[in-house]
């Protein structure tokens, strides 16, 4: 996930510069828009997860559950979603749950105009209100026939990109608001990735906080298992179990006679409900 959106080659190219435990309860910062609601009871997993751009099939994750990682982030849709998907169905998501995993849905949505490269899907001041709201509403959609339950989190991927365009930035976070209102909308949690240099810099970072994801998944490559040693924002951000750190990229690793190359994770944040 070193660069989400492209395809496996492309992926590497273009970013070549803990025990496990699962709580049901609230723990999570309070999600705006969320208080009318009644919640399902959120699924939270603590300890080692990793990323990879397609679904490893089903005899890969049953050797790879091992202990030393404990969830997998699956991308679930989005028109910017670099690889195929053709392991993860329903009945996918339902084995690999039935083995022992916990699953991070990832959605690929709209990239800003202001980024470099090039992504199928653009979103720009005229259309990110509009776009978020499509994508959001799609992205519940592709989670619920995956087996996802409500009250899941769905993890919005927004990659690098100039935050100081402050109409770049702007538009983005319009985006972004959209986007949770449709999740929001029918009852599954907003997560985030993206870059503390970027992306996510500028969620934590922002002055109106209204309807912007609860949770917060930050790439920062330093290769510290940690979530609150290099937080770079305030202590008091994200907590409660709502924070996520992609610390290392490109591992290639085995287990079991099973070689996948994954990015690896930090997990103390919602995960899907399933089953």
Excluded at 142 to 167: H, R
Excluded at 182 to 197: D, E
Excluded at 213 to 223: E, I, M, R, S, T
């Amino acid at each position: 996930m070193s660069s989400h959106r492209h395809s496996k080659k492309r992926r590497y190219a273009a970013w070549a510069a803990a025990g496990a435990a699962v709580v049901a309860g609230a723990g999570a910062a309070a999600q705006n828009s969320m208080a009318a609601t009644t919640w399902p009871a959120q699924k939270t997993f603590t300890g080692r997860a990793f990323d990879t751009c397609a679904a490893p099939s089903l005899n890969a994750m049953k050797a790879w559950h091992t202990g030393f990682y404990g969830a997998a982030a699956v991308y679930i849709g989005g028109k910017n979603r670099g690889c195929s998907q053709p392991n993860l169905t329903a009945s996918w998501v339902k084995s690999v749950s039935t083995v022992g995993w916990k699953l991070i849905p990832l959605y690929v949505g709209a990239q800003p105009s202001c980024q470099t490269g090039s992504s199928p899907e653009k979103l720009t001041a005229a259309t990110a209100a509009s776009l978020g709201a499509t994508d959001g509403a799609d992205a519940v959609a592709k989670a619920s026939a995956l087996g996802m339950k409500a009250g899941s989190p769905i993890y919005l991927d927004m990659e690098s990109y100039d935050v100081t365009n402050k109409a770049c930035n702007d538009a983005v976070l319009t985006y972004v608001r959209a986007f949770d209102k449709a999740l929001h909308a029918k009852t599954y949690r907003t997560g985030y990735y993206g870059f503390t240099s970027s992306s996510a810099k500028a969620v934590a970072t922002a002055t109106d906080k209204t309807d912007l994801p609860g949770n917060l998944w930050y790439a920062l490559w330093d290769k510290k298992n940690t979530t609150t040693t290099d937080w770079p924002w305030g202590a008091t951000q994200f907590t409660g179990h709502s924070r996520a750190h992609q610390y290392m990229v490109n591992s290639k690793e085995s287990r079991g006679g099973y070689t996948i190359t994954v990015d690896r994770d930090a997990w103390d944040a919602p995960v899907a409900i399933t089953g």
